[in-house]
């Protein structure tokens, strides 16, 4: 089974950076894609970056390319995702979550952490 647990989130002012960290037990599985999205209060979830099992990265949104950088463990099997030069409208609650047909494909993730709040101050 796919468990997916987030942590990381916090409250920064505009600017600051955040490490968000997801464990993931997806060991049984050769081909899969782990992805980071967020949902804003009032605003429908967005898919914010992912990275496929074999490692490529791929953006589902233009905003946060250059300001945030998605990495896999694969040893201590934990995905992160790297946050610099966060602006206001970065708050939302933040989510790790699985695709386990590897295609990357947004409405192919079907597991998903608790989520963790991230708050960006001006």
């Known amino acids: 089974q796919v468990q997916l647990v987030e942590s990381g989130g916090g409250s920064v002012q505009a600017g600051g950076s955040l490490r968000l960290s997801c464990a993931a037990s997806l060991v049984s599985y050769r081909s899969y894609c782990l992805g980071w999205f967020r949902q804003a209060p009032g605003k429908e979830r967005e898919g914010i970056v992912a990275?496929?099992?074999?490692?490529?990265?791929?953006y589902y949104t233009a905003p946060v390319k250059g300001r945030f950088t998605i990495s896999h463990d694969n040893a201590k099997n934990t995905l992160y995702l790297q946050m610099n030069s966060l602006k206001p409208e970065d708050t939302a609650m933040y989510y790790c979550?699985?695709?386990?047909?590897?295609?990357?494909?947004?409405?192919?993730?079907?597991?998903w952490g608790q989520g963790t709040q991230v708050t960006v101050s001006s």
């Open positions: 979550a699985a695709d386990l047909s590897g295609y990357c494909r947004i409405r192919d993730y079907n597991y």
């Open positions: 990275i496929h099992s074999a490692g490529s990265p791929l």
